[in-house]
């Protein structure tokens, strides 16, 4: 069990994690700052958070636990406003989408004190930001990437580790560098797509009527283009040579589609859906293809 917990991003993630802690009785107490004092009182209200403070240094003193559930773009600045106040048994994480340049960050900020960091990225979320919708059962199930470096003591790794495992999650542990590559394939092209796709619809003319005709095929593939834009826009410029280069990758698949359309190759294009529908009819759900 964990005496402090200084949560610092009183949003979704981090008020899921705040609750899923408090639920599974690992955390005695949870310190809550946010950006904003509206968040922090929501918090308060909810019973997401046990006190507020008015600065991030505030909310890491005294704590053994600190979650940074900030856009990954602030989470350099976070560190370096909390690192001098940090104790030497503390664990730090973070949940931010992307990994090299918050490693990089970390260690700018935190020197020596980087062994304390475990950058962590659990899979989850809602399209739907805030405190409000925070749940303790958001990370239940879900995978939850850990990017040790070779500063991070496996001491640490294996406390944050066990301490997910606790909260329900699968673990996995894998390299900044391929976490990214990866997460710019699985998850942020993909973000970049659905918002495209609904920006080539709005921009054309008639583009609500289109939208009032689509069903749930339709809804299913843009949900996500409903996310935070904040944090999206951090995401992407963070990783943006990953998911340039996927982008890339997609461009050649949507090219050969197009070939086949424009030749009317019927054995062609049946071809590239076929290979594409026996693919996504083999995937699970965070466990690849099938191996029975």
């Known amino acids: ?30 310190v809550g700052y946010s950006q904003t004092q509206e968040t922090t009182q929501k918090a308060l209200q909810l019973g997401v958070v046990d006190r507020v403070v008015n600065t991030p240094s505030e909310a890491v003193r005294g704590a053994d636990l600190v979650l940074i559930a900030v856009p990954v ?11 001098p106040h940090l104790s030497d048994h503390c664990l730090v994480m973070d949940v931010g989408s992307t ?14 004190q980087i062994g304390c ?7 989850a979320g809602k399209e739907h930001a805030g405190v409000e919708h925070a749940s303790a059962d958001l990370y239940a199930g879900c995978q939850v990437v850990l990017t040790p470096t070779q500063d991070t003591p496996m001491a640490n790794t294996e406390r944050a580790q066990t301490l997910w495992e606790a909260l329900g999650c699968r673990v996995r542990c894998m390299s900044p ?4 590559t990866a997460y710019a394939a699985v998850s942020h092209l993909p973000h970049l797509l659905a918002f495209a796709m609904m ?11 289109l939208l009032s005709l689509a069903g749930p095929g339709f809804r299913d593939f843009t949900r996500i283009a409903a996310s935070e834009p904040s944090v999206w826009r951090d995401i992407l410029i963070s990783n943006r040579q990953a998911v340039l280069a996927q982008l890339d990758l997609y461009q050649q698949a949507l090219h050969a589609f ?24 083999d995937w699970r759900l965070g466990q690849g293809p099938r191996s029975d």
């Open 73 to 83: 773009a602030a989470i350099e600045p976070t560190l370096q406003a909390i690192g």
């Open 1 to 30: 069990m964990f005496k402090q917990l200084g949560l610092i991003g009183c949003g979704l993630m981090g008020g899921s994690f705040a609750l899923a802690l408090k639920r599974s009785g690992l955390v005695e107490t949870v």
């Open 258 to 281: 197009e070939t086949a359309l424009i030749t009317e190759d019927a054995p062609a294009l049946r071809e590239l859906i076929a290979t594409a529908s026996a693919a996504r009819a």
């Open 177 to 180: 560098e391929a976490h990214d």
């Open 199 to 209: 920006k080539a619809i709005q921009d054309q003319r008639g583009g609500e009527r």
């Open 99 to 112: 990994k090299q340049d918050v490693v990089m960050g970390a260690r700018r900020a935190l020197n020596g």
């Open 117 to 123: 960091f475990v950058p962590a990225h659990p899979i």
